[in-house]
């Protein structure tokens, strides 16, 4: 007797993308910015390696919250900020960022600094989107990504 072989169903496994953007929405939960909880992950262009994390927060060894209640000047280190910091892949290391927030201008330049970032892609925007020009401008390609199902 033989046994019939069925063809495998299409797979429904999510995306890299997915994947890394859901991991900065993870990382997001270790902020101790009252405002705001932000996630990063810096991979490679092939998705192979988490070249670095960062998530918002006060500077290590300082007290773990903001240090005013100013929206946007809390004294917290950016998500993108501390990723760039502990991203140790020298500039000629092709890059893609997945961030929680669309970046901040200041983070955007950050960014590009780090050397050949390819593309960001992050899940909500961010009051003032005049980074998306800003890395357009140097071929850093910027794309909101749907993690809803």
Excluded: W
Aim: glycine share 6%; hydrophobic share 35%; proline share 5%.
């Amino acid at each position: 007797m033989s046994e019939t072989h069925q063809p495998e169903q299409p797979s429904s496994r999510p995306s890299f993308e997915q994947i890394y953007l859901k991991l900065a929405k993870t990382l997001a939960s270790r902020s101790t910015c009252k405002r705001l909880s932000v996630g990063t992950v810096i991979t490679s262009t092939d998705f192979r390696k988490v070249l670095a994390v960062g998530y918002n927060g006060n500077a290590s060894g300082l007290h773990n919250g903001c240090d005013r209640d100013e929206p946007g000047n809390c004294g917290c280190l950016h998500s993108e900020e501390n990723a760039v910091i502990n991203c140790d892949s020298p500039r000629s290391v092709e890059k893609v960022v997945f961030v929680t927030h669309l970046p901040c201008v200041q983070c955007a330049k950050r960014l590009i600094n780090l050397g050949n970032v390819r593309k960001v892609f992050y899940a909500e925007d961010y009051r003032i989107r005049a980074s998306v020009e800003l890395l357009e401008s140097v071929g850093i390609t910027v794309a909101k990504l749907d993690l809803t199902p």
